[in-house]
């Protein structure tokens, strides 16, 4: 094992503890103690209270079997504007401390307290406690706070105990605290990666950092050999205060008064969501592989579909056929509707595309061509000069509603 016993980084990792279900016990205490499962609009829980953790309920686990199984579990709509001001109140309180803070998602973040002891005449100890106080009396959520040597330390740590927990790992405790860590529950090291370090006889987190140099260099890839420093206390990975500007999906919904069953007034809804949201992506040079979409009726009742997309693409007009094919299947007549939606998930950037024989990719680059010159254009006049013909209905046509704000808040962390 390799030791660094000069180094004397601090640093924070705050995680919050069921975080969506935790805003939503915030702002509703009754809902406190009970199993609450967020994601009735997606179709699938997106989380859940370590009540209903308990039950069995896991990510991603969909929401018609949850009502199903567990009756018992009350099952919410995500409100996607409240997370993201209680994850920026969140954060605001951990800058009251500490300058250089990493927002890594919508519920956890990474913070550098190396020298605030002198400054702030407080103990690294003292200042999570005072943290965690503060996001607890003034939003009423709990957070977990990791601080150890590295940012991988500090995942491990903030792991430790959940929820309301509060671990510290020193240079002298390491390998306690990595003994009994499966190298599975590693921050950075993937399913795929575990599974052929067990195989090299690797199981366990302590086990792994034993391994010598060469061995981690004739195994591994640059980024497992910085986790194996990372691990043994040896800070590679710096905090980076920069905002974030990766996001594994957008969302763009609007809430109308009255409900209404008008298809066409529904389908324009969707296309006018699938514009703002591609543009949002173009902005970041994110493409999205699936997109979903939801309508909600007049009885709060959820109807979704998503569709994985032949092509990565962030171009309107190559999704809103697949779009309005899916809404065809779910809009029944004689529903009254109240609230549409377009997510575009597992966004990454934008990969060279492939030819193909019936000349799709060279229509997608005219698009995209067009696309970039309208960007550029609204973004000089700052507003929106072209949109397509699908979404004049919802410009036009004046129904009393709330249409989601054009906030980074849109930008989530799923």
Known sequence: ???????????????????????????????????????????????????????????????????????????????????????????DIVRRYADDVEEYSIDECFADLTGLEKVLKMTPLEIATCIKREVYDELGISVSIGIAPTKVLTKVASNWVKPNGLTVIDIHTITQFLAHKPIEKIWGIGSRTAGALQKLGVST???????????????????????????????????DPNPKTDYS????????????????????????HLEEACAKARHYNLTPKKVSLFLKTQQFTYMHACIVLPHPTSIPESILSCIEDEFRGMYKKGTLYRATGITLHELSKEAPKQMDLFGESERATKFEEIHKHLDTLENKLGKKVVHLGSTQAALTRKVQGTDSEDMDRHLLFL
């Not at 199993?35 to 699938?44: A, F, K, L, N, S």
């Not at 061995?215 to 800070?235: A, D, F, T």
């Not at 919904?253 to 409900?259: D, E």
Request: glycine content about 6%; aromatic content about 10%; charged content about 20%.
């Open 249 to 272: 999906s957008i969302q763009k919904t609007r809430t109308f008064y009255p409900p209404t069953n008008d298809i066409s007034f529904l389908v324009s809804q969707l296309s006018k």
């Open 1 to 91: 094992m390799e030791h660094n016993p000069l180094c004397n980084k601090v640093l924070l990792h705050m995680d919050g503890d069921a975080f969506f279900v935790g805003v939503e016990q915030a702002k509703n205490p009754s809902l406190r103690g009970l199993p609450v499962v967020t994601g009735e609009e997606r179709g699938i829980a997106t989380a859940m209270s370590y009540e209903a953790k308990a039950l069995g309920i896991v990510r991603g686990t969909p929401i018609h079997k949850i009502k199903k199984e567990y009756p018992q579990v009350i099952v919410l709509p995500g409100d996607y504007k409240s997370y993201a001001i209680y994850s920026k109140q969140m954060f």
């Open 205 to 239: 987190a302590l086990e792994f950092i034993r391994k010598d140099i060469p061995w981690v260099q004739e195994h591994l890839s640059k980024p497992y050999q910085v986790i194996w420093k990372e691990l043994q206390g040896i800070s590679i990975m710096h905090i």
